[in-house]
């Protein structure tokens, strides 16, 4: 599922900080599916780390 910026800056810091953890925890355990054996949508990888990165760019404008 794609996550727009729109929607982050509706949220608190609070849970903005949950939300990226429960992302890099999902992306962890992709990562190790990974190495493991085929993961079924690799594309899925490569949109959490986009996720993350708007999720921490959401958090620095609201630092500002």
Do not use: C, W, Y
Request: net charge positive.
């Amino acid at each position: 599922m794609k996550t727009k910026a729109s929607d982050l800056r509706k949220l608190s810091g609070e849970d903005l900080q949950k939300k990226e953890q429960e992302m890099r925890e999902e992306l962890f355990k992709l990562r190790f599916q990974h190495g493991i054996r085929k993961l079924e949508n690799p594309a899925r990888l490569r949109q959490l780390r986009k996720d993350i990165a708007k999720v921490q760019t959401v958090l620095t404008e609201q630092a500002a």
